[in-house]
């Protein structure tokens, strides 16, 4: 297969980026990791004039926290560097738990977490992720960086809300407020295909009780889903396991699955319920250990 | 004989053109190529480099892997203007002129391979795999070759070539310390 003709260009600063944008008035594709775009572009679902190829742009592969416990991860940061990064290992649990189930090994190497989260495919794992640690996508266009959160940031399926000159440069992942614990789950048929559901799970305990949740759905609605009421659920007191089967619950009740030949809708509320539940509960054991 | 992939013109007449120069097994090659050549089309028609085989062509099965500054991509997946300036390495890297690479002697040795097709990525992920961990577990070779399918259905054959040849790696790296 092949994709259509494009004009291809590969700046190597940001604002030459945003400058080819520009001039490509809505008709340029940014080119990240690729590993949607160009399966994309093969199937001609995507027909874009100019094709930016941001990969020359140095120090954008890079994942940090800040002194104040802020994480920031770079447009080019590939899926691989979070699934081998340590700092993630040791302090942010729900994308460690993550990278390693995004696609498959060998699109990890290649494929971004921002770009990921900008395609806004509902199966994509990042944006449950980003949605459940209230993350913030950093767009930057001719008239400088605005922050956008991700709950605002995805409008439907593949679509987002950046301007058409705007390049997404990093993504932002707000400090903790007490200890971060978290995990996703994903179930999938085998390696690389899409979820069947998956749900991210981010909590935050200070002095034995949770000061801030976030749960959030993939593949059970037409769009990553924010389970809020299941995550308002748990906060203000310990996790509990009557806490954490009532947040299952709710979880499940947020989704909106289809039956598909991935499963009956029934089937994947119950592994939402299930899912939901299972996360809460590991994280209220290694709370305990840790306490 | 022509394939279907033989049609693939890599330097069209009349359109616009990029050199690329990129270096594939240690040897630096270029090519004029449309921007939409895929990088796997440039190493099968430009540099008549066909073990580097193209298998879904939907970035599912991992036929295509080949080393890409030392890590695994799938090369059906990148535009071959994206090579540019960097180091790709084939199937056809692996042997030298009197030697198979380890990885490829113990495909031979455990019967890694029936139809063959899915084998020059598989051998390429092993490699990857081996270069970053030389002794790994059944799991985590089982694990790293996860992004290749098998039609054929023979991962038993494939990891245990893949176990063979870290066992051979690493036995010559013990002679070596000797």
């Not at chain 1, 809020?228 to 909106?256: D, F, H, I, Q, T």
């Amino acid at each position: 297969m092949y994709p259509s003709r494009f004009r291809y260009e590969s700046p190597t600063t940001v604002e030459e980026a945003i400058a080819l944008l520009e001039e490509g008035k809505g008709e340029a594709k940014i080119l990240a990791g690729g590993q949607s775009l160009v399966p994309m572009l093969k199937l001609r679902f995507a027909n874009p004039e100019m094709l930016i190829d941001i990969n020359n742009i140095p120090d954008l592969d890079f994942h940090r926290f800040e002194p104040d416990d802020t994480l920031r991860i770079g447009a080019l940061c590939r899926h691989e560097h979070l699934e081998k990064s340590d700092v993630i290992r040791d302090r942010q649990p729900t994308i460690a738990a993550a990278a390693p189930l995004v696609a498959d090994p060998i699109v990890r190497t290649r494929g971004t977490f921002v770009g990921s989260v900008c395609h806004g495919d509902p199966q994509g794992d990042w944006a449950a992720c980003m949605m459940a640690l209230d993350g913030v996508i950093v767009a930057q266009g001719p008239g400088g960086r605005r922050q956008i959160p991700v709950r605002e940031f995805v409008t439907g399926p593949f679509q987002n809300v950046l301007a058409y000159n705007e390049l997404a440069v990093e993504a932002v992942i707000p400090a903790p407020r007490g200890v971060p614990y978290g995990g996703y789950l994903k179930l999938e048929r085998r390696v690389g295909d899409f979820a069947t559901a998956a749900v991210a799970v981010a909590v935050e305990i200070s002095g034995g009780s949770v000061t801030r949740a976030g749960i959030a759905l993939t593949g059970v609605g037409g769009a990553t889903l924010d389970a809020a009421e299941a995550a308002a659920s748990l906060v203000g007191a310990p996790l509990s396991a009557e806490g954490n089967e009532r947040a299952g619950e709710l979880a499940a009740a947020a989704s909106s699955p289809r039956t598909d030949h991935r499963g009956s809708a029934s089937y994947k509320r119950h592994v939402i319920s299930t899912f939901t539940k299972r996360i809460l509960n590991g994280i209220a054991e290694s709370e305990e250990r840790a306490a | 004989m022509t394939s279907l992939y033989d049609e693939v013109t890599v330097t069209p007449v009349g359109v616009p053109v990029r050199r690329v120069t990129l270096t594939v097994n240690g040897e630096r090659r270029s090519a004029d190529v449309e921007p939409r050549l895929l990088l796997a089309h440039l190493l099968r028609q430009a540099f008549k480099l066909t073990g580097t085989h193209i298998g879904c062509d939907t970035t599912n099965c991992g036929a295509c892997t080949v080393l890409f500054d030392g890590r695994p991509i799938k090369s059906c997946t990148m535009l071959a203007v994206q090579a540019d300036g960097h180091e790709v390495e084939t199937v056809e890297g692996l042997a030298t002129a009197s030697e198979l690479h380890p990885v490829q002697e113990g495909f031979k040795e455990e019967h890694g391979l029936q139809c063959g097709y899915c084998t020059p990525g598989m051998m390429m992920t092993a490699k990857a795999l081996l270069e970053e961990n030389p002794n790994p577990s059944e799991d985590e070779i089982r694990w790293a070759l996860s992004g290749n399918l098998c039609r054929c259905t023979g991962y038993q054959n494939i990891v245990k070539a893949v176990l063979w040849a870290a066992d051979r790696m690493g036995a010559s790296t013990d002679d070596e310390t000797d």
